[in-house]
């Protein structure tokens, strides 16, 4: 004799626990928020804060950067920590200071917020992704050579006195930025094929 119970509780289970898979499969883990544990870390050579490594998650694509791990304030993102991801948005703390070589390069970056913290961008640390625009800080007094290199940026927003290296942007904004005085404001072009920009 068949027991009916027995047999709709094996097919609740086995339904339940298909769509369970499918959710765990098909839900981008961009959907989770990133916890200090995803995160690999260095103490920085004072000791009084850690420099992001690595993020440990795979396949993320929204990533947010918390401002303490350890119970120590995040200063920097080291060099490549985020090399060739497929990160759309990063959300970095206001407590970072530093940018490192290539740590955000060959993601697929539409928008990116830098803190009013950071001072220094390293080379290539933004280049090849899908930005379109910029807000550089007041804070930061140096970016590298090609940070923002590879990008679609028709307009972007800095402050006074920056230093460049070369090619920075690679999209003639270094000329008109340095031959103009380097004055602050926000610099724009008509399309990704000019190398003509004006500040507004």
Do not use: C, H, K
């Given at each position: 004799m068949i027991n009916l119970k027995a047999v709709c509780l094996t097919n609740y289970i086995r339904r339940n626990f298909s769509l369970a898979l499918i959710f765990f499969i098909f839900i981008p883990f961009s959907a989770f928020a990133q916890t200090e544990a995803d995160f690999t870390v260095l103490p920085t050579a004072d000791g009084k804060g850690v420099e992001i490594t690595r993020c440990k998650g795979f396949n993320l694509k929204d990533v947010r950067i918390p401002p303490q791990i350890q119970g120590l304030p995040v200063i920097s993102i080291a060099a490549g920590a985020f090399f060739r991801g497929r990160l759309t948005s990063i959300t970095i703390p206001n407590t970072v200071t530093s940018i490192g070589n290539e740590s955000f390069s060959g993601n697929q970056l539409t928008s990116v917020t830098i803190p009013n913290s950071v001072t220094s961008i390293g080379a290539g640390a933004f280049?090849?992704?899908?930005?379109?625009?910029?807000?550089?800080?007041?804070?930061?007094?140096?970016?590298?050579?090609?940070?923002?290199?590879?990008?679609?940026?028709?307009?972007?927003?800095?402050?006074?006195?920056?230093?460049?290296?070369?090619?920075?942007?690679?999209?003639?904004?270094?000329?008109?930025?340095?031959?103009?005085?380097?004055?602050?404001?926000?610099?724009?072009?008509?399309?990704?094929?000019?190398?003509?920009?004006?500040?507004?």
């Open positions: 280049a090849d992704n899908r930005l379109t625009s910029i807000t550089i800080p007041n804070s930061v007094t140096s970016i590298g050579v090609i940070a923002f290199s590879g990008n679609q940026l028709t307009s972007i927003t800095i402050g006074a006195n920056v230093w460049m290296g070369m090619e920075a942007f690679n999209n003639g904004f270094e000329a008109a930025y340095n031959n103009g005085g380097r004055r602050a404001g926000t610099y724009t072009r008509p399309n990704t094929d000019s190398t003509t920009w004006t500040r507004r």
